[in-house]
């Protein structure tokens, strides 16, 4: 599956992405696009799903109508590696069941 890490995304879960295609925002010159651009280009160029460590996402899309899915990696405690690799764990796992125009919060 391929995936498009948000700016915030840590460049350390690139390496244990395991079966995903994981493409950084920043490679496809994205990182200074706001939510709902990013969304808008990341679903024309064929993405099924976003995913951020971005809290206030939550409240500043709307994903009525879109093709793309966004999974929220929200650790309670830090975006450190121990607070995050348990987080994004979990979201691979969830990818198989991901429904599109959905966003999903992982939390921990």
Request: hydrophobic share 45%; no cysteine; glycine share 10%.
């Given at each position: 599956?391929?995936?498009l890490?948000?700016?915030?995304?840590?460049r350390?879960?690139?390496?244990?992405?395991?079966h995903?295609?994981?493409?950084p925002a920043?490679?496809?010159?994205?990182?200074?696009?706001?939510n709902?651009?990013?969304?808008?280009?990341a679903?024309l160029?064929?993405?099924?799903?976003?995913?951020?460590?971005?809290?206030?996402?939550e409240?500043?899309?709307?994903?009525?109508?879109?093709a793309?899915?966004v999974?929220?990696?929200?650790s309670?405690?830090?975006n450190?590696?121990?607070g995050?690799l348990?987080l994004?764990?979990?979201?691979v796992?969830?990818?198989?069941?991901?429904e599109?125009?959905?966003?999903?919060v992982?939390?921990?």
């Amino acid at each position: 599956m391929r995936v498009l890490f948000d700016h915030n995304m840590p460049r350390y879960l690139l390496k244990v992405g395991g079966h995903l295609e994981i493409v950084p925002a920043a490679e496809r010159g994205w990182e200074e696009l706001k939510n709902g651009n990013l969304l808008d280009q990341a679903e024309l160029a064929g993405f099924p799903l976003l995913m951020t460590i971005d809290k206030g996402v939550e409240h500043q899309i709307n994903m009525d109508g879109r093709a793309i899915s966004v999974v929220l990696l929200k650790s309670k405690s830090s975006n450190s590696r121990k607070g995050l690799l348990p987080l994004f764990q979990r979201a691979v796992d969830l990818l198989p069941d991901v429904e599109p125009g959905k966003l999903y919060v992982v939390e921990g």
